[in-house]
């Protein structure tokens, strides 16, 4: 099975910095045939189910504010939250979806305000 | 709008069973994977089992491969989780998730609000 394996485990910043989530995979998670890297992200506040912010690694869902950005490939990848909100307070995750039968999800960064 | 209603949970002891049942709505349920994730107190998501559109592929995590049963009725718009040979590694929060597409392996884009179960004698 693949490994996400994220880093770091949190952090705290203030209002209007960047955050930056990285997150690594075992195995590469680009598929050559699509050039496509099955790589999502998704944000979870306190007492709610995660939500998808991004897919195939760098393209936003709909409704996710440009402020969220993801970049990266093969194994290596980011999540970049510019001009941090009150409201970005949350744990995010990467998941790969490459590897079959198994989704693997990443250990989580927590994002606090400073 | 894309609505996954999960039912079912509550205390159980170990080598016991529960079925947990997700309602969908808002959305052809049969043009869609689906998959149950779970998630244990402070831990983070846990893939357990997914299902393609029409039944014909399923896959689980080794963790629960053997235990736990996926199933779905696209007649009843319904997914479906039966847990046999609990553990008390299996208590969790366990949510009901959309894939994007036909196959379950792929992103998640819509989640239930997740319930509940407690394996503890």
């Known amino acids: 099975d693949i490994v996400m394996t994220q880093s770091p485990d949190s952090l705290a910043l203030s209002l209007g910095e960047r955050a930056t989530i990285n997150c690594k995979s075992s195995?590469?998670?680009?598929?050559?045939?699509?050039?496509?890297?099955?790589l999502a992200w998704y944000q979870q506040k306190p007492g709610q189910p995660p939500k998808l912010l991004i897919y195939?690694?760098?393209t936003r869902d709909s409704g996710v504010p440009d402020r969220f950005s993801g970049s990266g490939s093969g194994t290596d990848f980011t999540l970049t939250i510019s001009n941090l909100q009150a409201e970005d307070v949350a744990v995010y995750y990467c998941?790969?979806?490459?590897?079959?039968?198994?989704?693997?999800f990443g250990g989580g960064t927590k994002v606090e305000i400073k | 709008e894309v609505q996954l209603l999960e039912s079912g949970g509550g205390v159980v002891r170990p080598g016991g069973s529960l079925r947990l049942s997700c309602a969908a709505s808002?959305?052809?349920?049969?043009?869609?994977?689906m998959n149950w994730v779970r998630q244990a107190p402070g831990k983070g998501p846990e893939w357990v089992s997914g299902?393609?559109?029409?039944?014909?592929?399923?896959g689980y995590a080794d963790s629960v491969k053997g235990r736990f049963t996926i199933s779905r009725d696209n007649a009843k718009n319904s997914l479906y989780l039966q847990m046999d040979s609990l553990r008390a590694e299996d208590t969790a929060l366990y949510y009901c998730?959309?894939?994007?597409?036909?196959?379950?392996?792929?992103?998640?884009?819509?989640w239930g609000q997740g319930m509940l179960v407690t394996v503890s004698s």
């Open positions: 998730a959309r894939a994007r597409g036909i196959r379950y392996f792929d992103w998640l884009s819509h």
């Open positions: 195995q590469s998670v680009l598929y050559s045939s699509n050039n496509k890297n099955y």
């Open positions: 299902i393609n559109w029409n039944g014909g592929t399923i």
């Open positions: 998941q790969q979806h490459y590897s079959t039968p198994t989704l693997t």
């Open positions: 195939w690694a760098s």
């Open positions: 808002g959305f052809t349920f049969d043009d869609y994977g």
